[in-house]
């Protein structure tokens, strides 16, 4: 919970990154914020804030105009540029495909695992505030991320890569 009498300082060193008034963020469904030099997507959906690194781990797509929809139970922003499915609370990539063994093959809704960095989101008082992932490990949207990610979309869309 946050202290109202917190500082902007304080609330800086707990990792709070102050987004925006909830009404705001509400009005205008999805909003693109730069902390720390990562580019990042809050989504207001179904009552729920989400917040994403905004471009997709695959090659570098925005995902801001993605469509949003329930693939296995799970909501997911639909990529743009290649129509990867990544799963709004986990940064799972879904993908449908069938199992060759299994007679007749019965199309399926399976996962890559992680791929798309995903960051908390925290209300105070109608104030949003995002607090960034604090895993030290490799996630593949990293890649997109900071002065070397847009060099490397601005590659990628030179390339027109449709892999």
């Known amino acids: 919970q946050l202290d109202r009498g917190d500082t902007e300082n304080e609330q800086s060193?707990?990792?709070?990154h102050f987004?925006?008034?909830k009404d705001e963020?509400?009005?205008?469904?999805?909003?693109f914020r730069t902390i720390d030099d990562r580019d990042?997507?809050?989504i207001y959906h179904q009552g729920v804030f989400y917040a994403m690194d905004s471009y997709c781990y695959h090659?570098?797509?925005?995902?801001n105009n993605g469509d949003i929809e329930e693939i296995n139970g799970k909501l997911c922003i639909i990529c743009p540029k290649h129509k990867y499915k990544l799963t709004l609370a986990k940064g799972e990539c879904l993908?449908?495909?069938t199992n060759p063994k299994e007679k007749p093959p019965v199309p399926r809704w399976y996962s890559k695992g992680v791929k798309q960095r995903t960051h908390t989101v925290k209300e105070n008082n109608g104030e949003i505030y995002v607090k960034l992932s604090d895993n030290p490990n490799w996630i593949e949207s990293d890649y997109y991320q900071g002065e070397k990610g847009k060099i490397e979309r601005a590659k990628a869309e030179a390339e027109n890569t449709y892999s």
């Open 19 to 21: 987004m925006g008034q």
């Open 95 to 97: 993908y449908k495909g």
């Open 13 to 16: 060193a707990r990792g709070l």
């Open 25 to 31: 963020l509400i009005e205008a469904k999805r909003s």
């Open 40 to 42: 990042i997507l809050i």
């Open 59 to 63: 090659a570098g797509g925005t995902l």
